[in-house]
């Protein structure tokens, strides 16, 4: 219930983001010099955009498992296959977000999947090591957000050092 309240909470947040910025014709680009964004309809295409630029996706808040095995080698190959998973998962398309909440026991991190049904991100879900292992379980809520998202991975790609990529 503590979960639904936020995914309420953030979309309340951004739907009024995006109802203040369609409102504002006249918002400053953000760099001087900047012409203001254009609509792209072939990226629109390639994001799978509706009329108002967003998709369907199912949100994951993974959450501390059941499994409280102490083993410290076990736990860490567990969640080196874990990171691996996340990876594979971001490759293939299927993956848009992924990051760990700071400073919480229960609430342990979250994914966003680029699919539109829980069983699909259920599937995904149930390929994680971490998951299979009850280190891990997960929530999924279904979620209609800015098709945006879809260029995440590669702007990541692009502010991150590659010595320190997950590959």
Known sequence: MKNSLGVLFLCMVLGGCLNYASNKKDI???????????????????????????????????KTGANKDTNKLYRAEIFRLHMENITRMAENGDLVLAGPFLDNEELRGLYVFNVETVLEAE?????????????????????????????????????????????
């Open 28 to 62: 400053a680009p953000i760099m001087v010099g900047e012409t203001p964004p254009v609509y792209d309809s072939v990226l629109a295409k390639s994001y799978e955009a509706d009329e108002y630029g967003m998709k369907k996706y199912v949100i994951a808040f993974l």
């Open 123 to 167: 599937a995904l879900t149930n390929s994680d090591p971490a998951v299979q292992s009850g280190f891990l379980k997960m929530e999924l809520v279904p979620w209609y957000g800015s098709a945006g998202l879809m260029g995440l991975n590669d702007l990541h790609k692009r502010v991150s050092k590659p010595e320190n990529s997950l590959d």
